[in-house]
């Protein structure tokens, strides 16, 4: 099971961080991935990080955005800087195991998806 949180309204340049609580599978076995969906639009890829792998970035998102996984709580974190207008969307934690790197930006390819959690980016 996975739990998002963290979304809200931020003026443009501003931060924030979500975070993605999992349980119910043992979590250093876990790989997982951000995905975010804008009206109108197709869910697309924003970031991922395996078990023994550097973290994967889309190419709107290198540099602004960083994955980051914290055993102690279980949890995966997005902290997105820099956000600007065309962040906003629903943005999905995603988990999964076994997978390989090249199938990690195709949403399909995740069995486990969290509620989504809101992230509004105001000009």
């Known amino acids: 099971q996975l739990q998002a949180s963290g979304g809200g309204l931020v003026q443009a340049g501003g931060s924030l961080k979500l975070s993605c609580a999992a349980s119910?599978?043992?979590?250093?076995?876990?790989?997982f991935g951000w995905f975010r969906q804008a009206p109108g639009k197709e869910r697309e890829f924003v970031a991922a990080?395996?078990?023994?792998?550097?973290?994967t970035y889309s190419d709107s998102t290198k540099g602004r955005f960083s994955i980051s996984k914290d055993h102690a709580k279980s949890t995966v974190n997005l902290q997105m800087n820099a956000l600007r207008p065309e962040d906003t969307a629903i943005y999905y934690c995603?988990?999964?195991?076994?997978?390989?790197?090249?199938?990690?930006?195709?949403?399909?390819?995740?069995?486990?998806w969290g509620q989504g959690t809101l992230v509004t980016v105001s000009s």
């Open positions: 119910g599978t043992p979590f250093s076995t876990l790989s």
């Open positions: 995603a988990a999964g195991t076994n997978l390989i790197t090249s199938s990690l930006r195709g949403y399909n390819n995740w069995p486990y």
């Open positions: 990080i395996k078990r023994f792998a550097s973290p």
